[in-house]
């Protein structure tokens, strides 16, 4: 909260120049846009950001308040959704689409590993992920390459992943 106030001075002092903020902090545009956005959160919020939680979840605030605009939603469904990881608070946001009356349904899949994921990424021209096994692993990198090369159609290519 500390830094999104700092962000609301300088921002005011330089006539809502978020470019001139950046330039002067070091910080993206994009960032500064977020810390600003938790101005936003109801009181209570604020508060415990800034004493009994730690760190800002500042990505998952910042989809609060641009998914639920209401302070007194913003904090309810915070309640609901705070013992989760940042990107499955994020997730379940998303999900939401803006109506609170789904959070309660989507912390029910998310408890259940509905938004648990795990990322694998190629290296060096090899894709490797300790998840999938090579043969599963070899079998998708061959249907890609073959959608890739058109060889293959997108319809053809998710009926095969099915």
């Known amino acids: ?59 998952a605030l910042y989809t609060l308040t641009r998914t639920f605009p209401d302070p007194g939603v913003m904090a ?16 379940i946001l998303r999900e939401s689409g803006g109506d609170p009356s789904r959070i309660p349904e989507l912390v029910t899949e998310a408890m259940e590993g509905a938004f648990s994921t795990r990322t694998c990424r190629g290296r060096r021209g090899k894709f490797m992920c300790e998840y999938i096994p090579d043969e599963l692993a070899d079998m998708v990198i061959d249907l890609v390459e073959r959608y890739k090369t058109g060889k293959m159609s997108l319809k053809e290519l998710v009926k095969s992943l099915k």
């Open 76 to 91: 309810e469904v915070y309640e609901q959704i705070g013992g989760f990881k940042q990107d499955i608070q994020v997730a």
């Open 1 to 59: 909260m500390d830094k999104a106030r700092a962000f609301q001075q300088l921002s005011q002092h330089h006539g809502s120049d978020f470019s001139r903020v950046s330039k002067e902090t070091g910080v993206s545009v994009g960032t500064i846009r977020k810390y600003l956005s938790l101005l936003a959160l109801p009181p209570q919020l604020q508060q415990r950001l800034s004493t009994s939680e730690g760190p800002a979840k500042i990505e």
